[in-house]
């Protein structure tokens, strides 16, 4: 699994910066790297070419969340005054407000058991038109799993190549899909601390063995790395072959890919067959560029390790939900007195 050494050095390096900048050794509660103008609103533009600065803002807590309007359409023009925040039933000052501005760092996650055939040979195109849709500082990695997952490409800018190598990709064996999904997570908070994260799943969601993680483990990691899921779950017509001859493999059901996508967020897109990838990618696509950015600094100042519950409402009050339908993480984890002194993702 991961390297705890590894991870502790990365961690502690927004530390440093922050102690040269402030003069300060001890940082508040919930450390966290967020946008120069995090009180402001508005990403600051570094000149031509980038669209972002970034500094160290102690103790902000960046929440992310798609919202739909009442017969369902994706809500698109809501400002910062819309927007409700609690941290456990407390309502919190919304200090920065921004939609798809923080750059991208993106997991595509590609089932490639024999089930997945068909699907996979229709993704190459599919992905590359999806992908192009990012902006030109979006990132992207490609993992591909069956029992176990495997990091095919780090995080590139460069779509083509993550299209062909997911032509490459092979399809045999079993499935393990929370294994894939805690791996993608843990990647992209390791490597891409300062942007946004989003895993997008392609696969049947047909999980047939036991990995080493399981939902709950997912859910929590996606939480500590601040990592929405999205599935693209392609339905018909896949089934395991062996020697051209059909197998029916025995599914291991606790499982659960809605409810790792409705914990963390995202959603599951339904692609009823192979030859509906591109619609459904194009979807997804859109779904993160459609996401509200808001920061808040938690009035809770205890480091006892705990659960804190977000909730967000759109159009509504602190004591009423609103019209709007919101999609977000379900919270996060504080830090505790042994971590405390060090920066992690709330």
Same mark, same amino acid.
């Given at each position: ?51 972002? %600065?970034? %500094? ?9 969340? +798609? ?96 299209? #062909? ?44 063995? %036991? ?13 500590? +790395? ?51 990838? #591109? ?9 993160? %560029? ?57």
């Amino acid at each position: 699994m991961r390297s705890v050494l590894a991870r502790g050095i990365l961690a502690l390096l927004p530390l440093i910066l922050f102690t040269r900048l402030t003069g300060q050794t001890t940082p508040a509660y919930g450390a966290q790297t967020a946008p120069a103008d995090a009180v402001g609103g508005t990403p600051a533009d570094q000149g031509p070419g980038s669209g972002f %600065k970034l %500094k160290v803002d102690v103790g902000l807590v960046l929440v992310e969340a +798609t919202v739909r309007e009442p017969e369902g359409s994706i809500a698109e023009h809501l400002g910062r005054q819309d927007f409700r925040v609690l941290e456990d039933g407390v309502e919190q000052e919304i200090r920065y407000f921004s939609r798809d501005e923080l750059p991208l760092a993106v997991a595509l996650v590609v089932d490639r058991s024999s089930s997945m055939a068909p699907a996979v040979r229709e993704l190459r195109g599919a992905a590359y038109d999806a992908l192009a849709q990012l902006k030109p500082e979006d990132q992207v990695a490609l993992f591909a799993f069956q029992a176990r997952p495997e990091r095919l490409e780090a995080l590139t800018s460069d779509r083509r190549r993550i299209a #062909d190598d997911v032509a490459a990709i092979r399809t045999a064996g079993a499935t393990v899909i929370s294994d894939a999904l805690f791996e993608a997570a843990e990647y992209l908070g390791r490597a891409a601390p300062q942007r946004r994260h989003a895993v997008i799943l392609i696969s049947d969601n047909e999980n047939t063995l %036991k990995g080493y993680t399981g939902d709950s483990d997912v859910v929590r990691e996606a939480l500590e +790395t601040q990592t929405v899921i999205y599935s693209v779950r392609v339905g018909e017509g896949l089934q395991a072959r062996y020697h051209g001859l059909p197998v029916e493999l025995p599914l291991y059901r606790d499982v659960s890919v809605p409810r790792v996508t409705g914990a963390t967020g995202g959603e599951v897109i339904e692609a009823a067959n192979s030859r509906e990838l #591109d619609a459904a990618m194009a979807t997804v696509i859109e779904r993160l %560029k459609q996401r509200y950015t808001l920061g808040y600094q938690s009035t809770n100042h205890r480091y006892d390790g705990g659960f804190r519950r977000i909730e967000v409402r759109a159009g509504g009050s602190s004591a009423s939900p609103g019209p709007y339908t919101v999609y977000t993480r379900r919270g996060y984890y504080a830090p505790d007195e042994r971590t405390a002194s060090r920066p992690r993702h709330p």
